[in-house]
Each structure stands twice: as structure tokens, then as C-alpha cells.
């Protein structure tokens, strides 16, 4: 049976967009109680939609459709990484000048949520060209790689289940057929590469 990818992908947005969002009706709140200065509450509530924001357009990037002709900037890249990144527990450092495929930049932002899923505490995560190939390396201080979902994602067993949470790697192994790509994965113990 397959999973149902729709559903998945809906459970995946609501658990990304909740704290956010939630963080936004908390600034709501205190403003809703203080007479006097609120730059600490308007600051909370410009960094949640800011985040929000940021999470909304990596998800219509990553799991949106792309058609073969499509770019995507640097820049917007650049934007939606450091906006998710405040005050997080990843460091995300994008090293790919130019506008690129928006079907390769697709790849690589599904990809960059099954690192982090490896990244329990946090870390870096570059991302990198080595000649046609995309190179994402994950380093952290523990490395915790579910070896089941990595294994299915190298090769796809029907009737595999996967949870909200890893709805990314249900979805790569056609996002990357679309695009034209295979890849590969090895890791260590505090770090992990992938190429495709």
C-alpha cells in the first residue's frame, strides 16, 4: 500500500508552521496586556512571521511542483535558509552561486530536511557543486541516521511506512527520478554526505 503522500505532506507543513505561528499569537497576547513599551513583543512576533514566511516558501519550493524550465535565485535561497535558520539549531551554508533548476533545488531543499532528521542537536549543513553534482554534508555533535529510512531511500521497498515527519524521503526517490539524478550517501560518526 502506498502512503498516502497528500496527507503527509499536510501533516509535515501543520508540525513545521505550528510553533511559529503559535509564537505569533503569544506576542499577540503580551501586547494584549502591557501599557507601555512593546519592542520585545513586536520583536517576537516580526521573528515568528518571518519564520513562518521563510518555512512557507521553502515548502513551495521543496514540495511544489517544478516544471523543466524553471530557475530559482540564489538569493531567494539565500533568504528563505537564513530566516529558518534564526534562531534555530541548523546552520545552513548554500555555496551554489546563480539561479539554478528549480527541479535541482527541489532535490536539494527534500534533502536538506532528511540530513537534518540525522542532526537531533543541531549542526552545519553545507551545501556545495563538486563539477554536475549537488554535495550536502551534515556535521553535528551526534549523529543520529535512521539506517531503515536511508536504506529505503537508495532503494525503495513498496509498502514502506513513513511517518509525517519523513515525508522527505518518501518523496525523493521520484523528485530525484523527475530531475535525472541518483544519489549517494556515506557517513561517519558526527557527519554525513550526500550527493545526487
Known amino acids: 500500500m502506498q502512503p498516502d503522500l497528500a496527507a503527509l505532506v499536510g501533516s509535515r507543513i501543520c508540525h513545521d508552521l505550528i510553533s511559529p505561528i503559535g509564537a505569533i499569537g503569544n506576542g499577540v497576547e503580551l501586547l494584549a496586556l502591557t501599557d507601555g513599551d512593546t519592542g520585545a513583543e513586536m520583536e517576537l512576533i516580526n521573528e515568528s512571521v518571518q519564520n513562518a514566511s521563510a518555512r512557507i516558501r521553502y515548502f513551495r519550493i521543496a514540495y511544489g511542483a517544478a516544471s523543466e ?30 539561479d539554478r533548476p528549480r527541479r535541482l533545488v527541489r532535490c536539494a531543499l527534500l534533502m536538506l530536511q532528511a ?8 549542526g552545519d549543513v553545507q551545501i556545495t557543486l563538486d563539477g554536475d553534482s549537488w554535495v550536502i554534508r551534515g556535521e553535528g555533535p ?30 525523493l526517490p521520484g523528485v530525484l527520478a523527475e530531475a535525472g539524478r ?5 557517513h561517519g560518526s558526527d557527519h554525513l554526505v550526500v550527493r545526487f
Not at 69 to 97: F, H, P
Not at 115 to 122: I, K, N, Q, Y
Request: glycine share 8%.
Open 69 to 98: 524550465n524553471q530557475l530559482v535565485g540564489r538569493a531567494e535561497v539565500l533568504s528563505i535558509l537564513a530566516a529558518i535558520a534564526r534562531g534555530g539549531r541548523i546552520n545552513y551554508i548554500w555555496k551554489i552561486d546563480g
Open 182 to 186: 541518483r544519489m549517494q550517501f556515506k
Open 142 to 171: 551526534r549523529l543520529a541516521v535512521d539506517q531503515e529510512l536511508w536504506n529505503n531511500l537508495l532503494s525503495p521497498q513498496v509498502g514502506f511506512q513513513y511517518t509525517a515527519a519523513h515525508v522527505q524521503f518518501a518523496l
Open 115 to 122: 540530513v537534518e532528521s540525522a542532526l537531533p542537536l543541531g
